[in-house]
């Protein structure tokens, strides 16, 4: 796409082109910080796990003695 180059004929045009300018680059660096913050969000230890660990607690909850240690131990060697 070929630029047009703007012909400005006054100096309250220029300053009018230069705060449209000022307001679009304002919003994309605010888009920038915005994305920036949900990708930390995301990389967060929590958010990559999820609930797994709490729901295989749970599920190893109705087990008990023996039955619970195997399933722990195996747990535990497939997480290490």
Same mark, same amino acid.
């Given at each position: 796409?070929?630029?047009?180059?703007?012909?400005?004929? &006054?100096?309250?045009?220029?300053?009018?082109?230069?705060?449209?300018?000022?307001? !679009?680059?304002?919003?994309?660096?605010? #888009?920038?910080?915005?994305?920036?913050? !949900?990708?930390?969000? $995301?990389?967060?230890? #929590?958010?990559?796990? %999820?609930?797994?660990?709490?729901?295989?607690?749970?599920?190893?909850?109705?087990? $008990? %003695?023996?039955?619970? $240690?195997?399933?722990? &131990?195996?747990?535990? #060697? #497939?997480?290490?």
């Amino acid at each position: 796409m070929k630029e047009r180059n703007k012909v400005y004929f &006054t100096y309250d045009q220029i300053n009018k082109e230069l705060e449209i300018l000022k307001v !679009e680059k304002d919003l994309a660096y605010h #888009k920038f910080l915005k994305s920036l913050d !949900e990708t930390k969000e $995301s990389l967060e230890i #929590k958010n990559i796990i %999820g609930d797994t660990p709490t729901r295989a607690m749970n599920a190893l909850s109705v087990l $008990s %003695g023996p039955l619970k $240690s195997a399933a722990l &131990t195996f747990l535990f #060697k #497939k997480i290490l």
